[in-house]
């Protein structure tokens, strides 16, 4: 079964608009951290943002928000304000495990994000 | 703080020959992972060590796969024989716990090509 659901294969937004990349998961596990991170095409993948499960309000840093209900399992990335720097593939992360687990790392297949002028 | 540190960048090698991949974690990172990118698709984990044990290789293709971590520090990932479809960027990254939350940071990672 799909652990992490990027549905979005691909996006487009203007130059200062807002965005908003989605990210499903599938878990059993309590404990569970969600992560976005950007891999420009450099190659190289750049974390933006953490949630953790037990977290109680969304995650924000900088322009990077994440929208997170956990009821509907997801953990929806914002970018605000977008920069043409944000063109970019996009992964949604989740880690599975306990606190002092071994902790696997699971990505999705990924958003491309196009900003226009 | 380094980085975590892979080599080569690019390899190119026929089919069946063998490669090994390099990787230099962050200095204290106890775990580390190996991944592995084919283009257009995310990173899929190849396999994942706790100091220098082996606590996940599920998805490693273990008759041509093969990867070690010595003393707990470097690491080594061998292809052996390689075949076309072992085209991809393999992708180093290392974590540290901190609390629950554990930041993996990611190496440039070495692109393979096989011809």
């Known amino acids: 079964a799909q652990k992490i659901t990027q549905t979005q294969p691909g996006m487009f937004v203007q130059e200062k608009e807002a965005v908003t990349l989605d990210c499903t998961y599938d878990?059993?596990?309590?404990?569970?951290?969600l992560f976005w991170y950007k891999q420009p095409s450099s190659g190289e993948m750049i974390f933006l943002i953490y949630?953790?499960?037990?977290?109680?309000q969304n995650a924000t840093e900088g322009r990077y928000s994440l929208n997170f209900q956990k009821a509907r399992k997801s953990a929806n990335l914002v970018i605000s304000a977008s920069q043409l720097g944000d063109s970019a593939m996009y992964f949604c992360?989740?880690?599975?495990?306990?606190?002092?687990?071994?902790?696997?790392?699971?990505f999705g297949t990924g958003t491309r994000l196009l900003v226009s002028p | 703080e380094a980085g975590v540190a892979q080599s080569p960048r690019y390899k190119i090698i026929e089919k069946r020959q063998s490669v090994a991949f390099w990787c230099n974690p962050i200095s204290g990172h106890a775990t580390l992972y190996w991944y592995q990118q084919i283009l257009g698709q995310g990173p899929k984990l190849l396999i994942q060590?706790?100091?220098?044990?082996?606590?996940?290789d599920s998805q490693l293709p273990k008759d041509r796969f093969s990867a070690e971590r010595l003393k707990g520090v470097d690491s080594t990932l061998k292809i052996q024989p390689a075949k076309l479809e072992d085209s991809a960027v393999y992708l180093c990254a290392s974590s540290i716990l901190v609390g629950r939350t554990t930041e993996a940071f990611f190496g440039q990672g070495t692109r393979l090509t096989v011809v």
């Open positions: 949630q953790g499960s037990y977290d109680e």
């Open positions: 060590f706790q100091n220098n044990g082996v606590v996940d």
């Open positions: 878990t059993s596990d309590q404990s569970y951290g």
């Open positions: 992360a989740m880690r599975e495990g306990g606190s002092t687990g071994f902790q696997k790392l699971v």
